[in-house]
């Protein structure tokens, strides 16, 4: 089926992701100052442009922890004993060697609770795990809450467990945000290149280490409401042979998908994602509502039940695993093919998306297509984890973090996403050959949630006095409210009169689907403080020839 749609590389394809692994160092290079807590920059690749980041960083770490003669020495005792495990108390911690009172930073800023995981010590194995703190401005604040020295004798080096020492082989054409975990989008110039992405373009989006699961011993742990006082414990052979296999063509998105567009506009706090936090793929598996049958579960049994929570077998250096939920009315209803997913574009789960098994919930948000899933939980309410009810929601703009309340009952977890569209190709600041007629051609991509269908990708070049429509690549045969997958847009459009070979042109795009939704016009008004959500018409500028 995916066949059909699949485009070989060509070679004008290859040379562009050359010229994307030159240009790529200078991005994964930048200095992005609001890292969402849990990034990390940091990548053991054999790529050129990440050891180039670490010798960016390499000057500030040096500064960072060295010995001060103005400060007094303290014993590794000195600082165990001051671990914050009682109210009231005082938080330390160490760095090479240097002693510092945290206890101001973890109350005043959101993610700084992650540091209670070193409170009492060193905080270098902290950041074995988390290394996006090993950035310059985070060296310089750390530096702030300095007190005093370590004693010599207790001075430790890295931690030598390096969580992230089995990690897959990745493409080398990928735009890396941040290396532990693994973060990165493929060229957003080959994106629109093909209808379904091949799975070793498909973006990663990691918030751990990836788990290494042995088939043979895995065991989905199904639980909470109807389930019985054990659950239920499945083998991957049970999902492969007791089910019958569904097969979807589904789009997946990260909430935080051209965060760099509200970047421009006032500072957020996330990794600086492009437009390529986007793929699309046909996914293999049985669905969720038949496995939840089988063991006799009903919405009608149990009316109480909301929500199905999802959590990983990937866990964090405090033991969580990465977890969210999705509705149960999203989970039980099987036209809204939710899978649990063994199979991407024909082949066996790749790591870096799930195997052996992960959740693919159509229209929902990235963040609720839980990887490595171990256990599910039938519950009254949504999870609990930390990016289910601390992260990924919206807010008006202007909230930040001074006034925030992730509880406000406005504030509700992401689960569907609006209406988005790009033009991949050309890229900004590009020089275009103008065809005969004096047209340019364009390219990109355009997504609804929640299984609207695209319906029109509009295009202007002259800040919206004139509108042209795009031609679609999609699924013509999926209904208008049950489409699951991007659609691909291409167009060759007329210059402005009096535009002409050696000018300037901004050409914007704008989509619009089933439900008559359209774009927001601009960023500022749909900001937000996690830069979730972005989706204002797309503008580029490009040069003519």
């Not at 996914?283 to 999802?310: I, N, Q, T």
């Not at 807010?395 to 973090?401: A, K, L, M």
Request: charged share 25%.
């Amino acid at each position: 089926m995916y066949q059909n749609h699949l485009r070989l590389l060509s070679r004008s394809t290859v040379r562009r992701l050359s010229t994307s692994r030159a240009s790529w160092g200078a991005s994964s290079r930048h200095d992005n100052r609001y890292e969402e807590h849990n990034s990390q920059p940091r990548y053991p690749v054999r790529l050129a442009a990440a050891a180039a980041a670490a010798v960016f960083l390499s000057e500030e770490e040096e500064k960072a922890g060295q010995p001060r003669v103005d400060l007094p020495t303290y014993t590794a005792k000195d600082v165990m004993e001051r671990d914050g495990a009682t109210p009231g108390s005082r938080v330390w911690v160490s760095f090479k060697e240097g002693v510092y009172d945290v206890t101001e930073f973890i109350a005043e800023h959101p993610g700084g609770e992650k540091l209670l995981i070193g409170a009492g010590g060193p905080i270098e194995p902290f950041w074995a795990l988390y290394a996006v703190h090993k950035k310059p401005y985070v060296f310089d604040l750390l530096e702030k809450y300095r007190i005093g020295n370590l004693a010599v004798a207790d001075v430790v080096a890295e931690d030598p467990n390096d969580p992230y020492k089995d990690e897959p082989v990745r493409h080398p054409a990928f735009s890396v945000n941040n290396a532990r975990p693994f973060n990165a989008e493929p060229p957003l110039n080959i994106l629109a290149d093909n209808f379904i992405t091949p799975n070793e373009l498909f973006y990663v989006r990691h918030h751990h280490p990836v788990p290494n699961i042995d088939p043979e011993t895995y065991e989905l742990q199904i639980d909470g409401m109807g389930m019985g006082e054990d659950g239920v414990t499945l083998s991957l052979e049970d999902l492969k042979t007791k089910f019958e296999q569904h097969t979807v063509t589904v789009s997946i998105q990260c909430a935080g998908n051209r965060r760099a567009d509200m970047l421009q506009h006032k500072p957020v706090r996330g990794m600086n994602w492009g437009g390529a936090a986007i793929s699309n793929a046909v996914w293999s598996g049985p669905r969720l509502c038949d496995v939840l049958k089988h063991y006799g579960w009903s919405e009608e049994k149990y009316p109480e039940a909301k929500h199905v929570w999802v959590d990983g077998l990937d866990f964090g250096p405090d033991g969580t695993p990465y977890g969210a939920s999705i509705l149960i009315e999203k989970a039980m209803d099987p036209r809204q093919d939710v899978i649990l997913a063994l199979t991407m574009n024909g082949e066996t789960l790749p790591r870096d998306h799930g195997y052996p098994v992960r959740l693919v919930a159509p229209g929902v948000v990235g963040a609720r297509n839980v990887k490595w899933v171990g256990n599910m939980t039938i519950s009254h309410e949504e999870s609990h984890s930390h990016w289910q009810r601390r992260d990924y929601k919206g807010f008006n703009p202007s909230i930040d973090w001074h006034n925030v309340d992730f509880d406000n009952k406005t504030a509700v977890s992401i689960q569907n996403q609006p209406i988005n569209s790009m033009v991949c190709d050309p890229l900004n600041e590009d020089t275009v050959t103008v065809l005969p007629g004096n047209k340019i051609p364009l390219r990109g991509y355009a997504y609804s949630g929640a299984g609207a269908k695209v319906i029109r990708v509009d295009v202007t070049l002259d800040g919206g006095d004139t509108w042209h429509t795009a031609e679609l690549i999609q699924d013509e045969e999926s209904p208008l409210n049950r489409t699951w997958s991007w659609s691909i847009w291409k167009i060759e459009v007329p210059l402005p009169e009096g535009v002409n070979p050696g000018d300037e042109v901004k050409v914007t795009c704008c989509a619009v689907d089933a439900n008559y939704n359209r774009q927001p016009e601009k960023v500022r008004n749909i900001w937000n403080l996690r830069g979730c959500l972005s989706n204002a018409w797309h503008t580029i500028t490009v040069k003519l020839k």
